[in-house]
């Protein structure tokens, strides 16, 4: 018969490794690079606020964006960051946010920012959020020294 399996002899048909090693390794490929995409957006350099009574959010890779704002102190100024996008001037955010907010309903936006930045500051990259149309804002800050 032309389409027997196991070569028509009675015996065990044989489990194929190699494509399982390749369909692991593209799964683990895979996982790396969206690790690693997540861990791009987060800025190293900005030292949270304290904030004792912070809860952890839950994280939702689809729904959430993350922007950065970093203050220069020796410049008195902030520096704000949509993902690796720098926002000069601030109201970029808003042009960032809003095409990523009709694609997405569902979209939160996490703010971290240093603990040495003016409240001022934070509340002007709130209100570019929130021109961007996004009502699910988030501040960021750590729990313990």
Not at 46 to 59: C, E, S, Y
Request: with cysteine; net charge negative; aromatic share 4%.
């Amino acid at each position: 018969m032309a389409g027997s399996v196991g070569g028509g002899n009675g015996s065990e048909p044989e489990f194929q490794v190699a494509p399982m090693i390749d369909v692991l390794l593209v799964l683990l490929i895979f996982f790396m690079s969206i690790t690693t995409d997540q861990i791009l957006k987060v800025d190293k350099s900005i030292t949270l606020p304290l904030a004792p009574d912070a809860k952890q959010r839950k994280v939702d890779l689809q729904n959430q964006a993350v922007v950065n704002i970093d203050w220069l102190a020796a410049e008195n100024r902030a520096v704000v960051k949509f993902g690796q996008q720098v926002c000069d001037p601030m109201e970029q955010v808003a042009e960032f946010i809003t095409p990523m907010k009709t694609a997405n309903p569902k979209l939160q936006i996490i703010v971290r920012s240093d603990g040495d930045t003016p409240a001022i500051e934070v509340q002007k990259v709130i209100e570019q959020i929130a021109a961007g149309g996004v009502d699910d804002i988030s501040l960021s800050g750590i729990n313990r020294k």
